[in-house]
């Protein structure tokens, strides 16, 4: 590990520049370690303390830079990097979200899902950095199209990371004196993916990284949210309000209970998959003639959307398959009547405010738009191809395509250069996520390529019941997962299975703790059950 010396405040006199010196400065070529054109600070400015309560930050230096392409016509990496007045000695990257295209605030939490009320990197006192991924979002034009461009489009499957990670360190060093002494990575979503990413590719850059609900290929994932959005394209099978409610309603009554207690979680997943039968909801007849009941063309869909699904090639996930989505578990909006996040909700799912269509709405679920754009810009390279149409089993023609464009992500599960370089690695999702079963298939072949207690060794993977991608209405996760992963590299402490998350969503401040995966929170029979004291790690 990076050597963990002593944390001073102030820049070295001797050694480092200030903040107004930062403006201008050059970084060459032969400082980043994947090729660029070299990178430039464009500003660098004193940014007075600010933030409340747990996130309030000190004033520090405002970094704002560009690293330019090989490839003249590739846009830029912007990115910037926050050096705090009270450097703690540290360093922590952010990671983006979706097709990126934006820089992750420094400065608040909008971008660290299940951390959005915990302390913040700055407000700890860490150097902290993120980029755009190296492409910028435009109005008109879909967020995409930047893939038609090869080295932006390997920019943004990872490449970025590492470049983005050179600059920062070299420029900490120019105003510091000095590297940091420990470096973590915290992201969510598509930034969970390049967690996992710069543990694959990068391991000497990092002591310890937090990958949350990894979207680890897109490719992969793209496949399934369009697998979904076909089926729900299909004339009678999207659902409305009133049958989602309807439908959430009944996994409830048959599930929440099997965790000991009805209290609107549903903790016992794996049973819950195998004994909840949507059949049981089918109208007479299996016709659509009520909002109580489900037709045979809705039911159709819940199992396409829900069952995995067989390729004839192989992504870069090392299979020839796609798992589907817990699509029971989840509530789509509806679910839960008057939940303060149901519109997110519903623009998460699988079924939005309208069907899928072609061309896209900005009705449709932003899963399925994400999917869409991937599809048409980084694969078939044709604004104008329906997506919808595309047979996904065989690659519709294209499937060598498609398996280049998966193979761009990091898609390694021998983590062992991670884990012999001491890191640590805090990985977690939540069971009603669309892309849940990646993280446990993740997890599955981790185990499988390196063995389960080398695996054990430097891994912590967490389900957490009710949480779905981003807003919840069963249950929101708040825990601190900076300080989590702060005190397993520097001072030895295994999380195991003793973290305790708090409820944003559900039942507002109540707690559970958090188990590692396959275990689930069991109520003990006793005991108030909005207390994580009342509940057990079990396995069955």
Same mark, same amino acid.
């Given at each position: 590990?990076?050597?963990?010396?002593?944390?001073?405040?102030?820049?070295?006199?001797?050694?480092?520049?200030?903040?107004?010196?930062?403006?201008?400065?050059?970084?060459?070529?032969?400082?980043?370690?994947?090729?660029?054109?070299?990178?430039?600070?464009?500003?660098?400015?004193?940014?007075?303390?600010?933030?409340?309560?747990?996130?309030?930050?000190?004033?520090?230096?405002?970094?704002?830079?560009?690293?330019?392409?090989?490839?003249?016509?590739?846009?830029?990496?912007?990115?910037?990097?926050?050096?705090?007045?009270?450097?703690?000695?540290?360093?922590?990257?952010?990671?983006?979200?979706?097709?990126?295209?934006?820089?992750?605030?420094?400065?608040?939490?909008?971008?660290?899902?299940?951390?959005?009320?915990?302390?913040?990197?700055?407000?700890?006192?860490? $150097?902290?950095?993120?980029?755009?991924?190296?492409?910028?979002?435009?109005?008109?034009?879909?967020?995409?199209?930047?893939?038609?461009?090869?080295?932006?489009?390997?920019?943004?499957?990872?490449?970025?990371?590492?470049?983005?990670?050179?600059? $920062?360190?070299?420029?900490?060093?120019?105003?510091?004196?000095?590297?940091?002494?420990?470096?973590?990575?915290?992201?969510?979503?598509?930034?969970?993916?390049?967690?996992?990413?710069?543990?694959?590719?990068?391991?000497?850059?990092?002591?310890? &990284?937090?990958?949350?609900?990894?979207?680890?290929?897109?490719?992969?994932?793209?496949?399934?949210?369009?697998?979904?959005?076909?089926?729900?394209?299909?004339?009678?099978?999207?659902?409305?309000?009133?049958?989602?409610?309807?439908?959430?309603?009944?996994?409830?009554?048959?599930?929440?209970?099997?965790?000991?207690?009805?209290?609107?979680?549903?903790?016992?997943?794996?049973?819950?998959?195998? !004994?909840?039968?949507?059949?049981?909801?089918?109208?007479?007849?299996?016709?659509?003639?009520?909002?109580?009941?489900?037709?045979?063309?809705?039911?159709?869909?819940?199992?396409?959307?829900?069952?995995?699904?067989?390729?004839?090639?192989?992504?870069?996930?090392?299979?020839?398959?796609?798992?589907?989505?817990?699509?029971?578990?989840?509530?789509?909006?509806?679910?839960?009547?008057?939940?303060?996040?149901?519109?997110?909700?519903?623009? &998460?799912? &699988?079924?939005?405010?309208?069907?899928?269509?072609?061309?896209?709405?900005?009705?449709?679920?932003?899963?399925?738009?994400?999917?869409?754009? &991937?599809?048409?810009?980084?694969?078939?390279?044709?604004?104008?191809?329906?997506?919808?149409?595309?047979?996904?089993?065989?690659?519709?023609?294209?499937?060598?395509?498609?398996?280049?464009?998966?193979?761009?992500?990091?898609?390694?599960?021998?983590?062992?250069?991670?884990?012999?370089?001491?890191?640590?690695?805090?990985?977690?999702?939540?069971?009603?996520?669309?892309?849940?079963?990646?993280?446990?298939?993740?997890?599955?072949?981790?185990?499988?390529?390196?063995?389960?207690?080398?695996?054990?060794?430097?891994?912590?993977?967490?389900?957490?019941?009710?949480?779905?991608?981003?807003?919840?209405?069963?249950?929101?996760?708040?825990?601190?997962?900076?300080?989590?992963?702060?005190?397993?590299?520097?001072?030895?402490?295994?999380?195991?299975?003793?973290?305790?998350?708090?409820?944003?969503?559900?039942?507002?401040? !109540?707690?559970?703790?958090?188990?590692?995966?396959?275990?689930?929170?069991?109520?003990?029979?006793?005991?108030?059950?909005?207390?994580?004291?009342?509940?057990?790690?079990?396995?069955?």
């Amino acid at each position: 590990m990076a050597a963990f010396g002593s944390f001073g405040s102030e820049v070295d006199p001797a050694t480092g520049r200030k903040c107004s010196d930062l403006a201008g400065v050059k970084i060459a070529v032969r400082d980043i370690g994947l090729p660029t054109g070299g990178a430039t600070v464009s500003s660098a400015v004193p940014v007075s303390a600010g933030g409340t309560g747990d996130q309030t930050y000190g004033s520090h230096c405002l970094v704002s830079g560009e690293i330019r392409p090989v490839d003249p016509a590739a846009p830029n990496i912007k990115f910037q990097l926050a050096l705090p007045e009270k450097w703690n000695g540290k360093a922590a990257m952010l990671g983006g979200a979706g097709l990126n295209g934006f820089i992750p605030p420094l400065t608040n939490a909008s971008n660290l899902w299940g951390s959005q009320k915990k302390p913040l990197p700055l407000s700890k006192g860490y $150097a902290v950095f993120s980029s755009d991924s190296g492409h910028q979002n435009k109005a008109g034009e879909h967020p995409a199209a930047f893939g038609a461009n090869q080295e932006a489009l390997k920019n943004y499957a990872g490449d970025a990371l590492k470049k983005t990670r050179d600059v $920062a360190v070299k420029l900490i060093n120019s105003h510091y004196g000095r590297a940091p002494g420990r470096s973590y990575f915290i992201g969510y979503s598509k930034g969970g993916g390049e967690a996992l990413a710069v543990t694959q590719r990068w391991p000497a850059d990092w002591d310890g &990284v937090v990958a949350g609900a990894p979207g680890w290929n897109v490719t992969a994932v793209a496949l399934d949210m369009l697998k979904a959005a076909q089926a729900v394209a299909v004339p009678g099978a999207w659902l409305n309000e009133a049958k989602r409610h309807t439908l959430y309603t009944a996994v409830l009554e048959a599930c929440d209970a099997l965790d000991g207690v009805e209290d609107g979680v549903i903790s016992n997943v794996r049973v819950c998959e195998a !004994r909840f039968d949507p059949a049981a909801l089918r109208c007479p007849l299996g016709e659509d003639t009520s909002n109580a009941c489900l037709s045979d063309v809705q039911l159709a869909t819940l199992k396409k959307i829900h069952d995995p699904r067989s390729l004839s090639y192989v992504i870069g996930t090392g299979g020839s398959t796609i798992p589907g989505y817990p699509v029971y578990l989840a509530d789509h909006g509806g679910g839960v009547p008057g939940t303060v996040h149901k519109e997110l909700l519903t623009q &998460v799912g &699988v079924y939005g405010s309208t069907p899928p269509a072609f061309p896209p709405t900005p009705q449709m679920p932003l899963g399925v738009s994400l999917a869409d754009g &991937v599809i048409r810009h980084m694969i078939v390279g044709d604004p104008d191809f329906n997506t919808l149409t595309m047979d996904i089993t065989s690659g519709g023609g294209m499937a060598s395509r498609i398996e280049a464009h998966s193979a761009l992500f990091s898609n390694t599960t021998d983590l062992s250069r991670f884990m012999n370089r001491g890191g640590k690695l805090l990985l977690w999702t939540g069971s009603a996520e669309p892309a849940a079963r990646t993280s446990t298939h993740y997890y599955s072949r981790m185990q499988a390529a390196m063995g389960p207690a080398q695996v054990d060794s430097f891994v912590r993977f967490y389900e957490i019941p009710g949480a779905q991608h981003g807003p919840s209405s069963a249950f929101q996760p708040e825990w601190d997962q900076l300080a989590t992963i702060e005190n397993w590299v520097e001072k030895g402490t295994d999380p195991a299975n003793t973290i305790v998350a708090i409820d944003d969503a559900g039942v507002p401040g !109540r707690t559970r703790p958090l188990c590692m995966f396959p275990d689930w929170p069991k109520y003990n029979g006793s005991g108030d059950v909005n207390d994580a004291k009342s509940f057990t790690c079990a396995s069955r």
